[in-house]
């Protein structure tokens, strides 16, 4: 949410940015695997803190009393085991060593496994990248994996379905060789003996001219699931028709745990030889799309992308896709995407933001949205695989991005700090989707802290009696008597419960908007300062739960808004299930509404304006006070978070004064440097630029300076 966005490499602003290079490098890796390490060791710990019955869930069904190791007939017997009959086979050695350790070696076998591919990962990057992202890229890849969802699925079931996906990767990165060398075909080859779908990129290794590898990559594949037939032929039998045919082992096919075509048609009502049918159909467009462009992706030399979106058509196809099975759709975000450098950082955000986020947080809970919710993995899968224009590295746009014209601010603090160059104040428009998303995402998260938050009833009305004891010191104990005179006067009533239940979401989105649209260079400004403050109020949230005047028993509160509650239960009502009621102090109601005051007051270009914004903070104390919302106290914290939040703004910012406009022409590649160059007749004497990027009608990438200085 707040202002850490870094420029995209080429932008000479971003390589200035980052700071006197190899001290920087040194601390950044060093902070980064600190980071992955932390994140590995959490994962571990979480996984084998959990209860015998809670943990490995999945690994059950080799240790369990009826468990693969344990019963001498069918794998499948058990209803439970999903894997390919070759999996039981090679697979039992690791299932015994989690037997003997209790799921230890498991989870640390896992972890391993995970490390390897972020390693793997981030060697397979082309050799364009610089080096700034080539020392940095494999914490990064480790940290993003140990965060997504499938690993942590794969962590907390047992799965081992890291292992065909790593067994990829070394084929296609680490034994690549000659073409003719058959090493990587047989890695892949019992990546698809383990997972079937792993077969598709056979069909990417003959376009791509490896054809000795592609065959040997189905004669492995072959060759295992023979073994598997002859030792287990009722079991390859049942798993043929089980499984490859639609109907599934495990889970049921339609739940919203499998990602494929299938599962998300099975939901959608169809069944039986129609839904059988349109599946293939589709199935069979998304390999001869996906495999295409993956093919094409990878003679263009961007092997990592082709691989991943060879994946996600894997992801697609397959008849179940279970969530640990995902992690392909990951690896697609090394793709480049976007001509203007504000547009760069959308694929990769949204990507990881699906990987690790359930659909719930990032799509609000309306039914005509329950589709794209319950299936947003899988459209995210089709969209790498078929849809999304990821650029070719012939493209003058790969390397260097049409650079985003700035005003030049005033130089940020701290700059001595090794880490502070990656905060960077930065005055253009970005990306309207990626705002969207932070926004959509952002709230989600302060709802979700916001509930944890409880601290109790006890807790609550103790402190609320501490608030009571200060504002009667303070002879500001007001709210009783303005509750109780709103009430008298049912005009006021009606008039302040509609302005605490509706203006306090609509006014500040309203005005992000605006300077969104008018004002880009103060866009950034204005949303870091409310998150800060926004953050800052969670932790008050947290550390010192109150209860408001409308559920302290015995004070005679009258709740206007939501009616009586019954104080003698501990669940007042319906509000209890949707949000934490102790979440009083500070008062965001009335911090966001000073917000949206201080910004209209400092930016506004009219009197009327400034004067108009200043009631918005006054009405919403009084709505939050005259309806028993808050107290008096809670008004003052929620000033404090606000003050607080532009206060860290501006230490890690700067003033919001800018000093002008830099030209970007000269940075900008050939292809359209002439035409952005700014009109001789706009320049100043000394050849900058005096333009106020914050005019109505400006827009990023415009090169047309306007005629004063931004203030």
């Known amino acids: 949410m707040a202002n850490a966005e870094q420029g995209v490499r080429g932008n000479t602003a971003a390589g200035s940015g980052f700071g006197a290079a190899a001290n920087g490098y040194g601390v950044a890796r060093a902070v980064l695997w600190a980071l992955a390490a932390g994140l590995a060791v959490r994962q571990a710990v979480a996984v084998l803190r959990l209860p015998p019955g809670e943990r490995l869930l999945d690994l059950e069904t080799w240790i369990g009393d009826n468990g693969v190791l344990h019963v001498s007939g069918s794998l499948y017997e058990s209803g439970k085991f999903t894997g390919t009959p070759f999996a039981g086979l090679v697979l039992k050695p690791l299932g015994r060593a989690a037997e003997q350790a209790l799921g230890v070696a498991w989870t640390l076998g896992t972890l391993l496994l995970v490390v390897a591919l972020g390693v793997v990962a981030a060697r397979a990057l082309p050799g364009t990248v610089s080096r700034r992202t080539r020392l940095l890229a494999a914490p990064v890849a480790i940290s993003l994996l140990m965060l997504s969802l499938p690993v942590r699925n794969s962590f907390h079931l047992g799965q081992t379905s890291i292992i065909p996906v790593l067994l990829v990767l070394l084929g296609f990165f680490v034994a690549r060789g000659d073409r003719g060398q058959l090493g990587p075909g047989i890695l892949i080859g019992l990546g698809a003996a383990l997972q079937p779908a792993v077969l598709l990129f056979a069909p990417l290794l003959w376009l791509t001219g490896r054809r000795r590898q592609a065959l040997t990559t189905v004669g492995t594949f072959a060759a295992c699931t023979a073994v598997a037939w002859v030792a287990m032929p009722s079991d390859t039998w049942t798993y043929i028709t089980r499984h490859l045919a639609g109907a599934g082992l495990g889970e049921s096919p339609d739940s919203l745990a499998n990602q494929s075509l299938h599962g998300a048609l099975l939901r959608a009502g169809l069944e039986g030889p129609l839904e059988i049918a349109l599946f293939v159909l589709l199935a069979a467009a998304v390999c001869f799309l996906g495999l295409r462009r993956a093919a094409r992706y990878a003679l263009d030399g961007q092997l990592l992308l082709a691989v991943a979106i060879t994946g996600c058509v894997a992801v697609a196809v397959s008849p179940t896709a279970w969530q640990h099975q995902l992690?392909?759709?990951?690896?697609?975000?090394?793709?480049?995407?976007?001509?203007r450098a504000s547009d760069r950082p959308v694929w990769p955000v949204v990507v990881v933001i699906v990987m690790t986020l359930p659909g719930t947080m990032m799509l609000p809970n309306m039914r005509l949205l329950h589709p794209v919710r319950d299936n947003v993995l899988l459209i995210t899968a089709l969209a790498a695989a078929c849809a999304v224009p990821f650029l070719m590295r012939t493209s003058p746009f790969f390397a260097r991005p049409i650079p985003t014209t700035y005003a030049k601010p005033v130089a940020a603090r701290w700059r001595h700090v090794p880490l502070a160059p990656f905060w960077r104040r930065l005055v253009s428009r970005p990306n309207l989707l990626l705002e969207l998303l932070a926004i959509r995402?952002?709230?989600?998260?302060?709802?979700?802290i916001r509930a944890a938050a409880t601290g109790g009833r006890e807790?609550?009305?103790?402190?609320?009696?501490?608030?009571?004891?200060?504002?009667?010191?303070?002879?500001?104990?007001?709210e009783r008597w303005v509750n109780h005179a709103v009430v008298k006067a049912k005009w006021a009533e009606g008039f302040f419960d509609f302005y605490y239940t509706s203006f306090h979401f609509v006014v500040p989105l309203v005005i992000l908007a605006v300077l969104y649209v008018r004002r880009p260079a103060d866009y950034r400004w204005a949303r870091a300062s409310l998150a800060f403050a926004t953050l800052l109020a969670l932790l008050g949230f947290w550390l010192y739960p109150l209860a408001p005047p409308r559920l302290m028993p015995g004070l005679d509160y009258i709740d206007t808004v939501h009616g009586p509650q019954d104080?003698?239960?501990?669940?007042?009502?319906?509000?209890?299930?949707?949000?934490?009621?102790?979440?009083?102090?500070?008062?965001?109601?009335?911090?966001w509404s000073l917000w949206c005051g201080i910004v209209i007051v400092l930016l506004a270009p009219k009197l009327w304006m400034k004067?108009?914004?200043?009631?918005?903070?006054?009405?919403?104390?009084?709505a939050i006070v005259a309806t028993a919302n808050h107290w008096v106290l809670d008004a003052a914290g929620g000033a404090v978070v606000v003050g607080v939040g532009f206060?860290?703004?501006?230490?890690?910012?700067?003033?919001?004064?800018?000093?002008?406009?830099a030209p970007a022409a000269m940075s900008m590649p050939w292809p359209w440097r002439k035409a952005a160059e700014p009109e001789p007749e706009a320049e100043s004497p000394d050849g900058?630029?005096?333009?106020?990027?914050?005019?109505p009608g400006v827009r990023d990438g415009s090169t047309k300076p306007a005629a004063r200085q931004i203030t």
């Open 688 to 695: 900058k630029g005096s333009g106020d990027m914050t005019a």
């Open 441 to 448: 995402v952002g709230y989600s998260v302060y709802s979700h």
């Open 647 to 661: 206060t860290l703004t501006y230490v890690l910012s700067g003033p919001r004064r800018l000093q002008g406009v």
């Open 327 to 339: 992690v392909w759709i990951l690896l697609a975000l090394v793709g480049r995407v976007g001509k």
């Open 567 to 591: 104080l003698a239960n501990p669940d007042y009502g319906p509000m209890t299930t949707i949000t934490n009621q102790y979440a009083a102090m500070p008062s965001l109601h009335f911090g």
């Open 459 to 478: 807790a609550a009305e103790s402190h609320a009696h501490q608030v009571i004891a200060i504002e009667e010191a303070l002879g500001i104990d007001i």
């Open 611 to 622: 004067l108009l914004g200043l009631l918005h903070p006054l009405f919403t104390v009084c």
